[in-house]
């Protein structure tokens, strides 16, 4: 009985073909017709990390043309198709790879006379017409470990084969004429799995043996050669073709190869450029000591309340770019060093209305900014620097001198600040984290397919902070900021993931003796001791709920709360605590209006002050509490390029209850290289 759909089967380079005759002739063709296997020099254990698969995908295709014919032309061929999923704009550029019957490898440890990974029941595929059997990569790369086989001499004692699948016949015939197919030690025979080049050989000289005794008892019959000679024929014209495919791969590896940036290391780039501006229906209140200094605040002298400036002009149009340049090294396969480069010379114009340490907070998207110390214009610095790699199956460690924080902690699928929700208030939690980049180490435990532990020491060290970061004498790894964070994150069920996440804060004063600005989450704005009065330092612990849900192939769901407490410390004693909370929640269309695209409609409270105010000198407020509302459309050009509209409504801005409503408008084109 056959359930093999109609129509056209693809031949590619990487399948056997099983044909349909009798006899010796039959178990020489299931035997030993094939492309030539992976180069001996292959390593056979070798496993590809997640970040690669994408890029062998897209080269797989690249590299994997196929020729399309009808069935009935066919008579006696059943081949096999060889599939490939499609690829996503993150991984638009192609390194050379070729695939084989061990794992996957690429370019710089694969030798490159190569075939696919073969599917157990292509050996004993003996039918008149055959349907394409899909395989997806991920299914290939799973399969890279050897296996005892059994030795079977029924067909009914494969459990897992049942009279009515379509290649039942032909495995019978194998296993009780010839006796040279063998199965698990569980007793299955896993036809819809990927054979490693282990099981191939067993399996192999199995059927080897078998040929062996079948010519020293019966000798080769003239119609069995004869068979053979005109399958050999038929099949001319379809094996040159494969023969040459593989030539001309042979010839692309090795000029890749010859003229490569590096054979460890893979060069990427991203560029970011923005069109910004926005306006306000009137006077906004601000906290600063001068108008024109969004990093300073103050008190009045003799009321001891917080300096207030009012702004009442708008920023002007701009244009300007942010850039990351990284170099992606891996030296086993399975590690990775990263190096990023940044420049940039971006300023959101919603800045113009921030308090004193609240600088690119509302209405500011993520990549608009230098990303350099003293907001320096074009200058370039290294924003990141880390070495990953595993240990064992389950665990994965990162070192380094600037590890980013981001990638590892509050993921979010729909607040990425490349593709949702892109504002830094936004993007990620706004009470964590204290540390951007830091020196230290994050470790990584897969406790199962549902639940993962994440937990990481970061002392400060980001790229645009030169006097209180670790290379600083006078703080080193434990004198200055540091941040001890945990993170569970859980999937309960499908399209749901849940992230419970705590961290705990050392922070330091700036040189005014006030606690905030861009080292002091939980914290948002500036706090002193109440008095105008200096800090020595200050703690914090921060609580965060952060998840996102697909209900709908079209609609998603997402959100954070966290709540923050940080102790303020003068000579050794608590002065007092500022607590505050957090609140977001929006709404996601994927694939809006084109496949790739994401809109995001998201609702958010920054900082909400619940006690503490009077230690704020700038980001109190008069106790109003800021609200904002953001709506983001990502819309792909190409798998390189994509444009990104947005549109920032904030309220009540920098806690003010009374200050008018700010409207920020930005156009971001992102490039991808």
Same mark, same amino acid.
């Given at each position: ?261 590096? #054979? ?15 306006? #306000? ?25 917080? /300096? ?9 149009? #701009? ?16 590690? *990775? ?21 609240? /600088? ?52 979010? *699928? ?260």
């Amino acid at each position: 009985m056959s359930n093999q759909p109609e129509g056209k089967v693809v031949i590619t380079p990487s399948r056997f073909f099983a044909v349909r005759v009798s006899g010796l002739a039959g178990l020489l063709l299931a035997s030993v017709i094939s492309l030539p296997a992976a180069s001996a020099e292959t390593p056979h254990d070798h496993e590809v990390a997640p970040r690669d698969q994408a890029n062998l995908e897209t080269t797989a295709l690249a590299f994997s043309e196929t020729l399309v014919v009808n069935p009935k032309d066919l008579a006696q061929k059943a081949p096999v198709a060889d599939t490939m999923p499609a690829t996503g704009p993150e991984v638009a550029d192609a390194s050379p790879v070729a695939t084989a019957i061990a794992p996957t490898e690429a370019v710089t440890s694969v030798e490159s006379t190569a075939t696919s990974p073969v599917l157990v029941t292509e050996l004993a595929a003996i039918a008149n017409s055959a349907t394409p059997q899909a395989a997806t990569t991920a299914e290939a790369l799973a399969a890279t470990q050897p296996v005892r086989l059994a030795q079977i001499s029924e067909i009914t004692e494969l459990t897992d084969v049942s009279p009515d699948h379509w290649a039942y016949q032909a495995l019978a015939s194998l296993v009780e004429d010839y006796g040279c197919i063998e199965g698990y030690p569980d007793m299955t025979y896993r036809g819809t799995t990927f054979m490693t080049r282990y099981e191939f050989a067993a399996g192999l000289n199995a059927c080897l043996d078998a040929i062996r005794f079948l010519i020293a008892d019966n000798g080769i019959g003239e119609d069995d050669l004869a068979t053979i000679q005109r399958l050999q024929e038929e099949f001319a014209t379809e094996l040159a073709e494969l023969g040459a495919r593989v030539d001309a791969l042979e010839a692309d590896v090795a000029e890749l190869r010859a003229n490569q940036f590096s #054979t460890v290391t893979k060069l990427r780039g991203s560029v970011f450029a923005h069109l910004n501006g926005g306006f #306000t229906n009137g006077d906004v209140l601000t906290e600063r000591r001068f108008a024109g200094n969004a990093f300073a605040g103050g008190r009045d002298l003799v009321t001891n309340e917080p /300096l207030v400036q009012i702004i009442d002009e708008d920023p002007e149009v #701009t244009f300007s770019y942010y850039t990351w340049i990284n170099f992606d090294s891996s030296f086993t396969g399975s590690d *990775r060093l990263t190096l990023q480069f940044v420049a940039g010379d971006g300023n959101a114009g919603s800045n113009i209305y921030t308090s004193a340490g609240l /600088l690119n907070t509302f209405g500011a998207p993520f990549t608009l900014q230098t990303g350099t110390p003293n907001s320096s214009i074009n200058d370039v610095y290294i924003r990141e620097l880390s070495y990953g790699f595993p240990i064992g199956d389950n665990f994965s460690v990162e070192v380094g001198p600037r590890i980013n924080w981001y990638r590892f902690f509050d993921n979010n *699928r729909y607040t990425f600040f490349l593709t949702g929700a892109n504002s830094f208030n936004s993007s990620g939690g706004t009470q964590v984290n204290a540390v951007d980049r830091g020196t230290g180490a994050v470790i990584v435990w897969d406790v199962a397919e549902w639940a993962d532990l994440r937990v990481g020491w970061l002392a400060e060290n980001t790229e645009f902070l030169t006097t209180s970061a670790v290379p600083d004498p006078n703080r080193g790894l434990f004198g200055g900021a540091h941040t001890l964070s945990a993170q569970l994150g859980l999937q309960p069920f499908d399209d749901f993931n849940l992230r419970l996440l705590y961290n705990r804060s050392r922070l330091v004063p700036s040189p005014a003796g006030q606690i905030g600005g861009a080292v002091s989450e939980p914290l948002y704005g500036l706090a002193d001791d109440g008095f105008g009065g200096r800090l020595d330092a200050a703690t914090a612990d921060t609580f965060l709920v952060n998840f996102d849900w697909s209900p709908l192939d079209w609609l998603g769901l997402f959100g954070r709360y966290s709540y923050g407490s940080t102790t303020l410390i003068d000579d050794g004693d608590d002065v007092g605590d500022v607590n505050a909370q957090s609140i977001q929640f929006g709404f996601a269309f994927p694939g809006l209006f084109k496949e790739g695209a994401l809109g995001t409609i998201s609702y958010l409270i920054p900082f909400d002050i619940l006690d503490g105010r009077e230690f704020m000198v700038a980001g109190g407020g008069d106790g109003g509490t800021q609200q904002e509302i953001e709506v983001s459309y990502r819309y792909p050009l190409s798998p390189n390029i994509a444009i990104m509209p947005s549109f920032y409504w904030i309220l009540n801005a920098n806690n003010f209850e009374d200050n008018s409503d700010i409207y920020i408008f930005n156009l971001q084109t992102q490039l991808f290289f």
